[in-house]
C-alpha cells in the first residue's frame, strides 16, 4: 500500500473511530546504518530501525525494518515512504520522511526525520495504534561514516 494511501486510509478511518489514549513512556526505537545527502537533483536518505517488544498497555510488537526515500526537484524534504519489514511476522506499516530543515549547523543541515509505526492492537480486536517519533539529524554522506541514534515516539493515539 502507498504511503499516501495508508494515510488518507488512517485519516478517514480516525474520524469515524473513536480515539484511545496511549502511553508512550520508556519505548525508544534504534536508528543504525543512518546515511544521508543531496545532489543537485534532491536527497535521499536510508537506514535500518528496530523497536522492541513491550508489555504495558497498549501491548507493541518487536520489529526491525530497512527505510529509503528520496526528494525531487532538489528540495531536500521527502514525502512519506515505505520502509520494508524486515521479518514477515510483524503486521504493521512503517513509513519514514525528512521534514523541511529546522536550522543549519555550520556547513551541514539538521533534519528532522520523522517515522510512524501503526499496528493492530495485540489484545483486542479491531484496534490499532499509530506511534510517531521525529529525531533531528544531518546528513552525513560525503566523508562521515554512517550513524546511529535513538528515536523517542513523542506522538501516539489508538482507533477502535
Known amino acids: 500500500m502507498r504511503a499516501s494511501t495508508f494515510f488518507a486510509t488512517l485519516a478517514a478511518t480516525a474520524a469515524t473511530a473513536s480515539p484511545l489514549a496511549a502511553r508512550a513512556a520508556d519505548y525508544q526505537w534504534d536508528v543504525t546504518q543512518w546515511d544521508a545527502g543531496c545532489n543537485n537533483d534532491g536527497c535521499t536518505y536510508q537506514f535500518k530501525i528496530a523497536g ?22 532538489g528540495q531536500v524534504y521527502t514525502q512519506y515512504a515505505n520502509c520494508k519489514l524486515d521479518s514477515k511476522d510483524t503486521k504493521g506499516t512503517l ?59 513523542k506522538e501516539s493515539f489508538g482507533i477502535a
Open 52 to 73: 522492541a517488544a513491550t508489555s504495558d498497555y497498549p501491548a507493541r510488537p518487536a520489529f526491525s525494518a530497512s527505510c529509503t526515500g528520496q526528494s525531487t526537484d
Open 95 to 153: 513509513v519514514s520522511r525528512i521534514n523541511k530543515p529546522a536550522e543549519l549547523l555550520g556547513s551541514r543541515t539538521v533534519v528532522p526525520l520523522q517515522v510512524s509505526f501503526q499496528f493492530a492492537d495485540l489484545n483486542q480486536d479491531n484496534t490499532y495504534w499509530n506511534y510517531t517519533g521525529v529525531q533531528n539529524t544531518t546528513f552525513n554522506r560525503g566523508g562521515t561514516p554512517p550513524q546511529s541514534f535513538a528515536i523517542i515516539p
